[in-house]
């Protein structure tokens, strides 16, 4: 039986970089990343501790046929599938070959992987205020009460998080050489 | 077949492009266009595979490329450059040539010779 392992961890939506170098921190130690449950449970399995180099990338909506051929480009280039979970794909390369690519590398493609995030979490942010609006905010019951605090925390995270992936995407277009 | 100025709205072209675009004179699949970029530029170019998917899957809906129905191996799909794309990719060139070419004796005379001293002289001349 292999050793498994939970971990707590909130990485929001703009922290993926952060949440990758954590990930390779991890197998450095000998904990492969496995799969992710909702609210943020990191699950690991035991393995010999290795120099993986863990990446994400956000593509929500891809067709199983385009799933299939968009695996293979990054299995060719040595970017091996971990998981995918709510339009993030996980892949890890192993840091110790003698040559490992970027997943992007130009600026324009870089951007558009938060370009995409971006127009998800709008998309959200929308659906939210609508549902606020005509369920919520004008509904007399008490057991409503909850919601009414809840929706709008929810628009101000989601409001947050728009902002900091519009900052993100400034700060890539500026390091552009 | 679109003129000149039809085509113009796709350029100019980034490096990527470019290079994915000049690849597929032959069809290709994704890795096989990532080591021929590879090769055509001496190891200077290396795609990203994030990189390569998202510029075929944006080059296919352009129609500069399309994508090979049925080979063996369904994994891997094959792609080519379209007629447009060839035009496309003939339109950069030459403008890429003609900055070359306008721009030639200008820059080689720009030399190694234009030293920090001629600058500092120069201005110096100026403000006389």
Redesign the interface.
């Known amino acids: 039986m292999k050793q498994k392992k939970r971990c707590f961890k909130i990485f929001w939506a703009w922290q993926d970089e952060k949440e990758e170098h954590w990930l390779s921190q991890m197998a450095k130690s000998g904990w492969y990343y496995e799969q992710w449950h909702f609210p943020f449970i990191y699950s690991f399995s035991k393995g010999r501790p290795h120099g993986y180099i863990y990446k994400s990338d956000y593509r929500p909506k891809l067709s199983r046929e385009d799933r299939e051929e968009y695996l293979a480009i990054f299995k060719d280039a040595g970017w091996d599938y971990v998981m995918d979970q709510l339009g993030w794909y996980y892949f890890r390369a192993d840091g110790e070959a003698r040559h490992t690519t970027e997943l992007f590398s130009d600026t324009d493609s870089k951007v558009q992987k938060y370009k995409q995030l971006l127009k998800t979490l709008t998309t959200i942010f929308i659906a939210v205020v609508i549902i606020y609006m005509a369920i919520v905010a004008f509904n007399p019951n008490s057991y409503m009460l909850a919601l009414k605090i809840i929706y709008p925390l929810l628009l101000v995270l989601l409001l947050f998080a728009n902002l900091k992936i519009m900052v993100k995407i400034k700060s890539i277009r500026r390091l552009k050489r | 077949m679109l003129d000149s100025k039809g085509l113009e709205r796709y350029l100019p072209l980034?490096?990527?492009t470019y290079y994915i675009l000049l690849a597929l004179h032959v069809p290709a699949h994704?890795?096989g266009i990532?080591q021929h970029v590879q090769e055509m530029t001496e190891g200077e170019?290396?795609?990203?595979?994030?990189?390569?998917?998202?510029?075929l899957g944006k080059l296919t809906k352009q129609g500069l490329i399309s994508k090979l129905d049925e080979e063996a191996d369904?994994?891997?799909?094959y792609y080519v450059l379209s007629e447009l794309g060839r035009a496309v990719v003939k339109e950069e060139f030459n403008r890429l040539n003609t900055l070359v070419q306008n721009s030639r004796e200008i820059v080689e005379n720009l030399g190694e010779k234009v030293t920090t001293e001629r600058v500092l002289n120069e201005k110096e001349g100026d403000e006389k």
């Open positions: 980034t490096h990527t994704g890795y990532m170019v290396e795609l990203g595979p994030g990189t390569l998917y998202g510029a369904s994994r891997r799909k």
